[in-house]
């Protein structure tokens, strides 16, 4: 059974950066791995997406500040944040799903492994 374990996560100001990372306990080969968030009151949504061939899709509403990545000998999934605004508050938590080389769309059912999540607070 695949495990996933999310850091990172924190407290910045508008504007800041932050780096996530989803580690697996066992090899990521062959599994495409996203990033969703969940703000308190609202549904999970997909952010961004990465196949093990580094094939990506990103939420539109991210694209330009977020950047996701993989090292695969690592078996960890990155995702860089840039330019944060206060409604990118949320836990943002990683989830995977083996033997495609195209992201599935961004609903809950479409992956198989999830973490616990990490908290991303941005407030002035």
């Known amino acids: 059974q695949l495990q996933l374990v999310e850091s990172g996560g924190g407290l910045v100001q508008p504007g800041e950066s932050l780096t996530l990372s989803c580690s697996a306990s066992?090899?990521?080969?062959?599994?495409?791995v996203a990033w969703f968030r969940q703000d308190p009151g609202k549904g999970r949504e997909g952010v961004s997406c990465?196949?093990?061939?580094?094939?990506?899709k990103d939420a539109e509403f991210v694209k330009g500040r977020f950047t996701i990545s993989r090292d695969n000998a690592q078996n960890t999934v990155y995702l860089q944040m840039n330019n944060l605004r206060p409604e990118d508050t949320a836990v943002y938590y990683c989830?995977?799903?083996?033997?495609?080389?195209?992201?599935?769309?961004?609903?809950?059912?479409?992956?198989?492994?999830w973490g616990q999540g990490t908290q991303v607070t941005v407030s002035s």
């Open positions: 989830a995977a799903t083996y033997g495609t080389n195209t992201c599935p769309p961004f609903e809950l059912n479409e992956y198989d492994y």
């Open positions: 066992g090899s990521l080969d062959y599994f495409a």
């Open positions: 990465i196949t093990f061939q580094r094939n990506i």
